[in-house]
């Protein structure tokens, strides 16, 4: 079945660097986006950025430009999403989400979420 | 950036009841909306893409409507296992992608 797999639960300090991991299992991973969208404590989701599995394009969320990286490894199957010079207002439970059900720009699947502390 | 409205943001059901859930759009997302659930300590789960059609395995007591700016999700007999967080998604114009601010489903 079609399956996205995360890496698991971090604690980082104010000002380092965090790369969560989202491996894809069940479908060609080329012919799908990866999109990112967090959730703080208690909060909404919201969007940070989409990567083409494909050839790499990248879109990002005007207020994240700059400290987020997203990328992938065909090779694995596998969307990596790097965040640096971490804050405490960063902490969250982090997703990746398959794009494009049925040729729609909705999300399926979900990850299982991976939660990124930020505290000193 | 299309900003996603919705209402009530807490919404008070006895099982068996109908829900009907709003979602506002600040401009035109034509039919490009989504609907998904959120447990406690679980991912979304999709509902509902193309503001009407059911994804794989949702049951039929889910359903969407609306187009344009305005749309709806009703729960036509609320179930135990329904009472959860809801969330709409525009994807007509991104960068970037918006959700709504959620409607908590409670029981009465």
């Known amino acids: 079945q079609v399956q996205l797999v995360q890496s698991g639960a971090e604690v980082k300090k104010p000002g380092a660097s965090v790369k969560v991991s989202c491996k894809a299992s069940?479908?060609?991973?080329?012919?799908?986006?990866i999109s990112w969208v967090r959730q703080a404590p208690g909060q909404g989701l919201e969007w940070m950025g989409w990567i083409s599995a494909y050839n790499g394009n990248t879109n990002y969320a005007q207020k994240l430009q700059g400290r987020v990286t997203m990328t992938t490894d065909t090779s694995t199957s596998t969307a990596y999403m790097e965040l640096r010079s971490l804050r405490s207002d960063d902490t969250a439970v982090y997703y990746c989400?398959?794009?494009?059900?049925?040729?729609?720009?909705?999300?399926?699947?979900w990850g299982q979420g991976t939660l990124v502390t930020v505290s000193s | 950036e299309i900003v996603m409205t919705q209402s009530p943001a807490t919404l008070s059901v006895s099982p068996g009841e109908r829900a009907t859930l709003s979602c506002r759009a600040s401009q035109s997302v034509s039919s490009n909306l989504a609907w998904y659930q959120q447990k406690p300590g679980q991912a979304p789960r999709l509902l509902i893409y193309g503001a009407s059609t059911r994804a794989t395995g949702i049951p039929a007591r889910f359903s969407g409507s609306g187009s344009g700016t305005e749309f709806t999700l009703t729960i036509s007999s609320l179930q135990s296992e329904d009472f959860a967080v809801y969330y709409c998604?525009?994807?007509?114009?991104?960068?970037?992608?918006?959700f709504g601010g959620g409607t908590k489903v409670e029981i009465k």
């Open positions: 069940g479908y060609t991973f080329t012919s799908y986006g």
């Open positions: 989400a398959r794009e494009g059900y049925y040729g729609s720009g909705s999300y399926f699947p």
């Open positions: 998604q525009q994807y007509n114009n991104w960068p970037p992608v918006t």
